[in-house]
């Protein structure tokens, strides 16, 4: 095994915080402006299709290495009860295990 546990972990404590950062800035223009709240959410979801596409599409190394930061993802969301973000999480664990399916099946 190469590497430490604190190798093997920072791709989730990475996700982890930029999850909640990403949260804290929506509320902050969701706060300040309903309309570019909403715009802001639109950029995210846009965002979230097309690391799907990404991932849909990615190499072995690059599948293996977002195995971590997806579950995180999907962890965080079921944490503090974002239920969009919990179901774009499921999806994008159900595409990557797709993939990896693909890829090592």
Known sequence: MKGSIGELFRPVATTAIAYALLLV???AIQ?????WGTWFSLILILWQVSYLLK???GTRRFTKHEVLPA???WGMAALLQQPLDYALGLVAVVVLAARLFELYG
């Open 25 to 27: 800035l929506g509320f």
């Open 31 to 35: 706060l300040a402006s309903a309309y």
């Open 55 to 57: 991932l849909s599409e």
């Open 71 to 73: 579950f995180t993802t």
